[in-house]
């Protein structure tokens, strides 16, 4: 299964380059074009602001927890558009209070906010078009034209990687790295030349700075070097192998440190000379530091000896924090350490049923071919397949034990192997090769049937995207991206003289999207103005699924009594009786169909007073 087939003539081969070259440019366009029907997503604001900052201070304590590359990538569209960035307000930049700042930079100023995110879009997209020429090249390799082309189009038109290598976010340049890293460093153990080294060690350290699952490389490489050990050295020669292999380990690590400091400027602080000092990060350190537990103490001793920038240190340990825990929703239910099943699920609901019927036949195939597992053919295979498998297994391992269950994106980079492994669909016979034809064709009609909404995309087992709420939510759907979709639907149908309410979930600001309810109602996010007391009336009620679900809420789970009795007594603060109304309301409207869906991601009611009597005075249970 792993043979590619004879070698095609030269002129046969510049026109697969070429058509692979035409895949990706269909891939660009498809990304381009959708994001411009959609709102600035919540983590673009930190993104394209802290790397703006980067670029142009190198200044390093805002968004530390994401990615210096792609940030870094990001804050060149403002950049080169002379964007400017509030300097008056001294307390954001002595706190690190870069969502507000941010928030200041993008709608605060005379900036030209909507080129700036765009820009920003279509840089992250070469991180995207990077990874579907490597599919490209390694499936070419291994199984020829046809099997480079058919693992290409399947990835170009996978609504997951069309909507996050389109997004200003870390997760396209942190599965592209992850991916890289790991493969060069298996040819350098192959190779073992310097200049293999050098490669390995750079993307190594790429990776590092490109999302902070760079840290896995670290058990990754053990087991490469075990397994080139075992598998390419005589028996007698093992232990010398691994033992040079783990010095190969060690140069690794300090080529991948030159690279992080390379990225932070060579210089330890995070706060810029001639820009206002920092007291505090976000967080302070010494707090930080406590929310470790056991890693604590070796987060501040390189800290202390200056082992690593601050800025990537303080970075690393916030994400280490934010993992111990977060509320996460899953089909109704919302809880604090995650689902063993979280990710699973979502992979069998976010990925169209065409790529999982091929990735079953693949399966098959590969199982009927490879009888004789003990082969050297088969045994060779496992040796080529290792850094890609190894990768794809890391991150399921990862994956199922985690308690950050926020997001599909977060196993981005388990999907580059089975990609690269559909390739050998392109070998079988002729007769056959007309079922991953169609499986293709019916991969591509689901990602066609979601365009532009590619974010909120679920397939029909998951109940598809209009039911994508009842499964998941925040960055697996509703990332605040659906103001345009709203804007819209509003303008089209509502009626003469009807309110409109939203309830919002994300940072961008949504008058600036052409939505300007009536009143904004409890959200998350800080596009919200100041509070004024309010009545719920008939009327149009938009609430973003993330609002919806309650994931975020200090009101989520059964209704109590307690909230009730805060209710009802007049000392209660409007503010805090506006969120219990609201409270109230969610509950009420998590059993009812909403009357459509803006983007698939804010769900829209219409609702009568004998509704919001029932909503506000009947009897209240959970989802």
């Known amino acids: 299964m792993d043979q590619a087939p004879p070698s095609a003539s030269p002129l046969h081969r510049d026109w697969a380059g070429l058509l692979a070259m035409a895949l990706l440019g269909l891939f660009w366009w498809s990304g381009v074009s959708a994001s411009r029907h959609w709102s600035q997503t919540s983590d673009e604001l930190p993104h394209i602001t802290a790397g703006y900052v980067y670029d142009r201070f190198g200044d390093f304590r805002f968004q530390p927890e994401n990615g210096n590359l792609p940030q870094r990538i990001h804050g060149l569209a403002p950049l080169a558009l002379g964007a400017k960035i509030p300097m008056e307000n001294q307390d954001f930049w002595h706190r690190s209070v870069y969502w507000q700042l941010g928030w200041d930079f993008l709608y605060g100023l005379d900036n030209p906010t909507d080129r700036m995110v765009q820009g920003a ?131 690794q690590v300090m080529a991948a440190g030159s690279v992080v400091w390379l990225f932070y400027g060579f210089r330890f602080q995070a706060g810029a000379p001639g820009l206002p000092e920092m007291h505090v990060f976000g967080q302070p ?85 490879h009888a004789g597992w003990q082969s050297p053919a088969f045994r060779a295979a496992g040796l080529r397949w290792l850094p890609l498998a190894g990768t794809a297994l890391l991150l399921w391992v990862v994956a199922l034990t985690s308690h950050l269950n926020i997001g599909h994106r977060h196993i981005l980079a388990v999907y580059p192997a089975l990609f690269v492994w559909l390739g050998s669909l392109a070998t079988l016979r002729r007769a056959w090769l007309l079922a991953p034809i169609l499986l293709l064709a019916v991969h591509l009609g689901e990602s066609v049937a979601v365009r532009p909404h590619y974010l909120a995309f679920f397939n029909a087992v998951g109940g598809g995207p209009a039911k994508g709420y009842r499964l998941a939510v925040d960055s697996s759907l509703d990332w605040g991206q659906g103001l345009p979709a709203l804007r819209d639907w509003v303008s089209a149908n509502r009626r003469p003289g009807e309110k409109f309410y939203l309830s919002y979930f994300g940072s961008a ?29 008939p009327g149009l009620y938009a609430v973003s699924a993330t609002i919806l679900s309650e994931v975020y809420s200090e009101y989520r789970g059964p209704w109590h009594q ?62």
């Open 121 to 251: 879009r279509a840089l992250n997209a070469l991180f995207g078009v990077a990874l579907g020429a490597f599919i490209f090249v390694v499936a070419r390799r291994w199984y020829g034209d046809a099997g480079g082309l058919l693992a290409l189009g399947f990835y170009v038109f996978c609504p997951n990687f069309i909507a996050h290598s389109f997004l200003a976010t870390s997760d396209m340049a942190g599965t592209l790295c992850l991916t890289l890293a790991p493969w060069f460093f298996w040819r350098h153990l192959e190779q073992r030349y310097w200049r293999s080294g050098l490669v390995a060690g750079i993307f190594t350290g790429l990776a590092l700075v490109a999302k902070f699952n760079g840290i896995l490389l670290a058990p990754l490489y053990a087991g490469l070097a075990l397994g080139d050990a075992w598998g390419r050295a005589p028996a007698g020669a093992r232990r010398s192998r691994l033992a040079q292999n783990l010095g190969h380990c060690l140069v």
């Open 285 to 369: 350190w010494p707090d930080l530091l406590q929310s470790l537990g056991a890693k604590g103490p070796w987060v501040d001793f390189a800290r202390r000896w200056q082992l690593l920038p601050e800025a990537w240190l303080y970075g690393l340990a916030n994400v280490l924090a934010g993992a111990a825990g977060r509320p996460a929703f899953l089909a109704g239910e919302i809880r604090l350490y995650g689902w063993l099943g979280f990710f699973p699920i979502l992979f069998l609901t976010k990925t169209t049923l065409g790529l999982l019927a091929a990735l079953l036949l693949t399966a098959g195939v590969g199982l009927a071919r």
């Open 509 to 537: 600001w949504a008058p600036h999207y052409g939505v300007r309810p009536d009143i904004f109602l409890p959200g998350v996010g800080i596009a919200e103005p100041p509070f004024q007391p309010y009545e719920l009336q």
């Open 562 to 623: 307690a909230w009730n009795v805060e209710l009802e007594n007049p000392a209660t603060p409007p503010l805090r009786r506006a969120e219990l109304r609201f409270a109230r309301l969610c509950k009420y409207l998590q059993h009812r169909a909403p009357e459509a869906e803006a983007g698939y991601s804010i769900l829209i009611f219409r609702l009568t007073q004998a509704e919001l009597r029932t909503a506000l005075e009947g009897p209240v249970t959970g989802w």
